[in-house]
């Protein structure tokens, strides 16, 4: 191992060139993505030497691998330690946890082993493990736009954190430069800049796997108001891998989820109901009732609690699935409870009406949709919707009143010691649908049209 040393005379003075070798090299196009913060990594890179520079300016020959651990605001390495951050680099791409990577690591005491690099770069791993690269090109283009907006969201909210996101779904998947694939790399490139806004500022683009039929209120997911994330129906038919699951969880780790999240015991699970579901049929509250007592809480509060991968999402069904649906209308099972409320929402203002016979006039909609709205007027508000993502005319946005919710009751099937769920759809079911999009593209929907759809009101516009 090679140290190239400062003499004390030029100590301040390499400290002071260091800072500046760090801002220049991470600006503000840069991403930190946290890798891990085991506190012990093994490195390597795939041509060259890996060079490390640490916080008092010196730099060092690590060879090709090196195993580096954290303790304090120091990284030891073959007995010797080196202040924090240190920066690694060199000419080939950076080995960590069977992974290569673009740009350079950094080990800081707050953030743990970090990749920072260029957000496009960033970009070209994150595409090819968040959706599939034989994905048309329009469906590709606007999970790039998503995701670079998030991650510069992101950056702004995390400026305490050491880091602006980890690597995996808790954000958006990052692979590295392993995974990278021509068509994905053509998607990030094509729209290079390009960032989803809501007025004067970046929105948030979350999005998620599939929405089971209708995206989610951000309001009843996470206790947000956004005008641009109040769920909407999907518009084009699609079966995905998880269009229908059932999961089954024991009784007692039910128990546990609800005493970690209201603080008390209920005793044991005895009946579980859907209580209450929004436009779409999707869960909003859940009633458990125990040995010791009942409590309702919000279903995606569970979810979270209880196991996320296994309850895939709160789209559920009763019954193995009795709920029918066809990716363009609330789910029948609803219907008939929920017309009354629904029959009022529905209505549109003169302003609407006048929009939707504009809509009209320029052929936005197909002879049978035509058809449908005229059999079914209850239906107007959804093709209202659906004429505004589709003519871009995204600046007049639907009436802003809350999603009407239904009191549903029905119970979740018990077997033994365990309750079965059946449900449709996977992930947190705000913004983007991933399968969705892909179903979009596909029936010749441009990244921009998908985009209004899923976040209606937004515009695109260059980062700068």
């Given at each position: ?19 500046l ?9 840069d ?27 010196r ?9 580096i ?9 073959m007995?010797?330690?080196f ?24 080990i ?48 702004m ?52 796997s599939?929405?089971g ?62 209580s ?16 010791k ?18 309850l ?13 649906i ?7 099972g609803?219907v ?13 203002t003169?302003?609407?009406?006048q ?15 035509l058809i ?7 239906k107007?508000r ?9 003519s ?5 946005s ?33 913004g ?33």
């Amino acid at each position: 191992m090679i140290l190239i040393l400062c003499s004390r005379k030029w100590k301040f003075l390499a400290v002071i060139l260091f800072v500046l070798i760090f801002s220049q090299s991470a600006n503000a196009r840069d991403v930190y993505v946290r890798l891990s913060n085991a506190g012990s990594y093994s490195i390597g890179i795939t041509q060259g030497m890996l060079a490390m520079t640490d916080a008092e300016g010196r730099l060092i020959n690590l060879g090709s691998e090196a195993l580096i651990s954290t303790a304090g605001n120091y990284v030891n390495i073959m007995g010797n330690s080196f202040m924090m951050p240190v920066k690694i680099s060199g000419a080939g791409f950076l080995k960590f946890n069977g992974r290569t990577y673009r740009g350079s690591f950094w080990i800081t005491q707050r953030g743990g082993l970090l990749n920072v690099l260029d957000v496009e770069q960033y970009l070209y791993g994150v595409l090819p493990a968040e959706v599939g690269a034989s994905w048309p090109a329009q469906a590709l283009r606007a999970q790039a736009i998503c995701a670079r907006t998030y991650v510069l969201k992101q950056s702004m909210n995390r400026k305490d954190k050491g880091f602006d996101v980890v690597d995996t779904d808790a954000d958006q998947v990052y692979k590295g430069q392993g995974v990278e694939t021509a068509a994905t790399n053509q998607a990030v490139s094509s729209t290079s800049g390009e960032i989803l806004t809501y007025g004067k500022d970046l929105a948030y683009t979350y999005f998620h796997s599939d929405s089971g039929g209708h995206t989610a209120d951000i309001g009843d997911v996470w206790g947000q108001k956004l005008p641009y994330l109040t769920g909407v129906p999907e518009i084009v038919n699609y079966k995905s891998p998880v269009a229908s699951w059932t999961a089954k969880i024991p009784a007692a780790k039910i128990q546990n989820a609800i005493k970690k999240i209201t603080g008390t015991d209920i005793g044991n699970i005895t009946e579980i109901q859907v209580s209450e579901v929004d436009q779409g049929g999707r869960a909003n509250k859940m009633t458990f009732i125990g040995t010791k007592g009942t409590k309702t809480i919000k279903a995606s509060q569970f979810r979270t609690n209880v196991d996320p991968r296994t309850l895939k999402s709160t789209m559920l069904t009763p019954s193995g699935g009795a709920f029918k649906i066809d990716n363009t209308t609330t789910p029948s099972g609803l219907v008939s409870k929920q017309k009354q409320t629904q029959n009022q929402a529905q209505r549109l203002t003169f302003q609407e009406e006048q929009g939707l016979a504009q809509m009209t006039a320029e052929g936005v909609f197909t002879t049978t949709e035509l058809i449908d709205m005229l059999s079914n007027p209850n239906k107007l508000r959804e093709y209202y919707t659906i004429g505004l993502a589709r003519s871009k005319r995204v600046t007049a946005s639907p009436s802003k009143s809350a999603a009407p919710k239904s009191k549903y009751g029905y119970s979740i099937e018990k077997s033994g010691d365990e309750f079965i769920f059946y449900g449709r759809g996977w992930g947190h079911g705000v913004g983007m649908s991933q399968w969705g999009a892909m179903a979009m593209a596909e029936q010749g929907y441009t990244a921009e049209k998908i985009l209004m759809h899923y976040y209606p009101g937004t515009a695109i516009k260059k980062f700068k």
